[in-house]
């Protein structure tokens, strides 16, 4: 923690809403759950004024946990929490028994309780909120890092692998995007860095032949996440549009833009 702390590094602490949301499906190596484990390590961090952050999913449990998510928040001075939809086949996994469309309508209207939740003990700063104001008060500029809620991956964000050779990637959930290991020198990492987010810059929708169809709503789309695309490609392409995103950013962006015009 006191390390993070000196190098400014932000953990992000996945809590998936109250514990028993969370224990649902956030189990440690032996199968128990690790809510009480992650509100510990919150606990540390937040102690020893490192600014760490919580990362929830909206689950069909934890789509109904705002207040409980944002009293921990309050409880440990957390200023940022990010609000995410599940990813590619991950609905299907977990929520068998509804649609992508179906849960997407769920999981946006979950979201904006969360926004609200969150602006009551004053975290307004919401990337997607950010974007969403600014391109309603006409003044949105693409890749500006104040609002821009790409994917990380095109950013600061690497991922070290608990493997022998320590590999590194962009994403954690996807080796292939490999720019070296521990061994491998800051310069080459940055190199090989660069050319690789832009070969992927081309699946977000300003580059998208696929998105052409959109319209000015391309123009704030992050185009989703790039794994999430791969697990719902029939041909194994991250290229490929990510459907559940594509439908969650479309109803949410839509609401907050309703909500900024009144």
């Given at each position: 923690?006191?390390?993070?702390?000196?190098?400014?590094?932000v953990f992000?602490?996945?809590?998936?809403?109250?514990?028993?949301?969370?224990?649902?499906?956030?189990?440690?190596?032996?199968?128990?759950?690790?809510?009480?484990?992650?509100?510990?390590?919150?606990?540390?961090?937040?102690?020893?004024?490192?600014?760490?952050?919580?990362?929830?999913?909206?689950?069909?449990?934890?789509?109904?946990?705002?207040?409980?998510?944002?009293?921990?928040?309050?409880?440990?001075?957390?200023?940022?929490?990010?609000?995410k939809p599940?990813?590619?086949?991950?609905?299907?996994?977990?929520?068998?028994?509804?649609?992508?469309?179906?849960?997407?309508?769920?999981?946006?209207?979950?979201?904006?309780?969360?926004?609200?939740?969150?602006?009551?003990?004053?975290?307004?700063?919401?990337?997607?909120?950010?974007?969403?104001?600014?391109?309603?008060?006409?003044?949105?500029?693409?890749?500006?890092?104040?609002?821009?809620?790409?994917?990380?991956?095109?950013?600061?964000?690497?991922?070290?692998?608990?493997?022998?050779?320590?590999?590194?990637?962009?994403?954690?959930?996807?080796?292939?995007?490999?720019?070296?290991?521990?061994?491998?020198?800051?310069?080459?990492?940055?190199?090989?860095?660069?050319?690789?987010?832009?070969?992927?810059?081309?699946?977000?929708?300003?580059?998208?032949?696929?998105?052409?169809?959109?319209?000015?709503?391309?123009?704030?789309?992050?185009?989703?996440?790039?794994?999430?695309?791969?697990?719902?490609?029939?041909?194994?392409?991250?290229?490929?549009?990510?459907?559940?995103?594509?439908?969650?950013?479309?109803?949410?962006?839509?609401?907050?833009?309703?909500?900024k015009l009144?």
């Open positions: 923690a006191k390390i993070a702390k000196h190098y400014e590094i992000a602490l996945s809590i998936d809403g109250s514990k028993e949301s969370h224990d649902k499906y956030r189990k440690d190596a032996y199968g128990n759950g690790s809510y009480d484990k992650a509100v510990k390590e919150l606990e540390i961090l937040s102690n020893e004024g490192a600014k760490p952050l919580i990362s929830t999913v909206l689950t069909n449990h934890s789509i109904k946990d705002a207040k409980s998510i944002m009293a921990l928040a309050k409880k440990f001075g957390i200023k940022d929490v990010m609000i599940l990813l590619g086949d991950t609905v299907t996994f977990l929520e068998k028994s509804i649609s992508v469309e179906q849960y997407a309508k769920k999981a946006v209207k979950s979201a904006m309780q969360y926004f609200e939740e969150a602006e009551k003990i004053g975290i307004k700063k919401y990337p997607i909120n950010a974007k969403t104001e600014s391109f309603v008060q006409g003044c949105f500029v693409s890749g500006n890092p104040d609002i821009d809620c790409s994917c990380a991956m095109y950013k600061k964000q690497i991922a070290v692998w608990p493997d022998a050779k320590g590999t590194i990637t962009l994403c954690e959930k996807m080796k292939d995007t490999t720019i070296g290991n521990t061994e491998t020198t800051t310069k080459e990492l940055i190199k090989n860095k660069n050319e690789l987010v832009e070969k992927l810059k081309l699946r977000l929708p300003e580059f998208n032949e696929k998105c052409k169809d959109c319209g000015e709503f391309k123009e704030i789309c992050s185009g989703g996440c790039a794994c999430s695309a791969r697990c719902c490609s029939p041909k194994d392409d991250l290229m490929d549009i990510d459907p559940l995103s594509c439908a969650y950013s479309k109803k949410l962006h839509k609401l907050l833009e309703i909500k009144k």
